[in-house]
C-alpha cells in the first residue's frame, strides 16, 4: 500500500473539528456529529403517523442518499433517468420548498447494483460548504451552501459493477472520500477549499462502499475505515496507513460504531461481528480485536447501533435483530420485528436518541426498539408512503424532528422545536 503526499497546507486538529460538528442541532453529515447514529436532543418524536408528516417534498430522479441538514437548508443528491444525470440539491426546511439544484454530471451511466443506484452517498457540510460524491460519473464537488459550484475533481477509474455509495467526510481542512472498487482502489484527501489533493493512499482492490470516521486514540488521530479484508486506520493528515485488523467473510460495507473505547464491526456478507482496540500499529489481529462472535445471518448492510451495553445488528432480509454485549460479544438476545416478505429488507442505517433505536424497512415502516434483556418494540411507525416508495436512506434527526427520505420523495416529521 502506498501513500502519496501532496502538500498538507493548513491542516487544523481533527479533535477540534469534531468538537465543532457536535455543537448545535446540525445534523450535517453520515452518522450525524457523533459519527455513532445518535442523536443527544431531547423532544424528539418516538411516534408518528401520516397525521405527523409536516410536508412532503417530491424529489426529482431517485436516490437514497440520507437528508443533512445546516441552519435552514437541507442538502441531498438523485440521479435522473437512470443515472444519465447526477443532482445536488437544498430544500428549505420550513416547507419542503427547493431552494437550488445542479445538475453535477451528465453523461452515460457506469454500471451499479439495482438496490445502489447513483446517488446514494450522503452529502457533508461544514455550513459554508457542502460536497457530494458520485463515484466515476461526477467525482467529488463542492459547492457554496447558496449553490454556486466551487471545484470538481475527477476521480479517475476506478471500476467496480455496483456502483459507490461511500459519503465524504470532513477533517479539519480536508474533505477524504473512500474509493474502494474491483480495480484501482484508493482513499484520498482534498483540500476542502481548493479541492487540490492533498494525498492518495492505494487501497487492496475489492468493491466496498464504507465511511471512515475519526477518532483519537493512544494520543493520536485515527481515521478508521471497515473494508472488504478488515479494518485499516489511517494518519488523517498524510494517508500513511497505522494498522490493521483482519476481519471476517468481507465486502465492508456498514460503517464502523465506535463506543466504549472500542471499535463495533460487522462484515457486510453472512460472518462474524467484532470489535477493535484502536491506538495500534502495524497488524494488530492477534492483539486488538477484543472479541469476536458468528452471526448466523443473511447479509448485513445497516451499520451497528450501541444502545447501553448492546450492540444491535439488522440482518436485513430476515428483519432480525441481534444484540451483543459490547463488552464480551456474547450473544443477548435475537428476534423478528415481522415479515420481510411484507416490510420489505431493512437497509436504512439506524439512528438512535431517548435510548431507543429505530429501524427503518423499505416501505416505510419505522419500527422503535428498546435494549434490555430482551427486545421490546416501543411504537411501529407509517406514514402511508406510496406502494412504489423505497426507504434505504437513514433519519435525518434535528431540531423535534425527523426528516425520513424514500427514493422520491422527503418527509418532515413533527413540530419544530427551536
Known sequence: MRSYLFGIGNFLCAAAAIQSMAVGTDWSGWRGPLQNGHSTETGLPVDWSADSVV??????GKGQSSPVIFGEKIFLTSAIDNGRQRVVM?????DGKLLWSDVAWTGDPEPSHIMNGWASATCVTDGERVYAFFGKGGGLLCYSVDGKRLWQKDLGEFEGPWGTAACPVLVGNLVIQNCDADTNAFIAAFDKTTGDEVWRTDRE????????????AAGRDELVMNGHHGLTAYDPTTGLPLWFCKGFVGRGTPTVTPARDLLHVVSGLRGDTYAVRPGGNGDVTSTHMAWHTPRNCSRDLPSPIVLGDQSLVMDMRRATITAYNIKTGEE???DRLGDAAVLGQFCATP??????????AESGT????????EMKVVAVNNIDAGPDEIFRASI???QGQIFLRSDSNLYCIGKRVK
Not at 410536508?55 to 426529482?60: F, V
Not at 419505522?366 to 434483556?373: D, I, N
Open 55 to 60: 410536508w412532503m417534498a417530491p424529489l426529482a
Open 90 to 94: 437544498c430544500l428549505d426546511r420550513n
Open 205 to 216: 482492490d475489492a468493491r466496498g462502499w464504507s465511511t471512515p470516521i475519526l477518532i483519537k
Open 332 to 334: 443477548t438476545w435475537r
Open 351 to 360: 439512528v438512535a436518541w431517548n435510548n431507543l433505536a429505530f429501524f427503518v
Open 366 to 373: 419505522t419500527y422503535v426498539v428498546q435494549a434490555g434483556t
Open 396 to 398: 435525518t434527526p434535528s
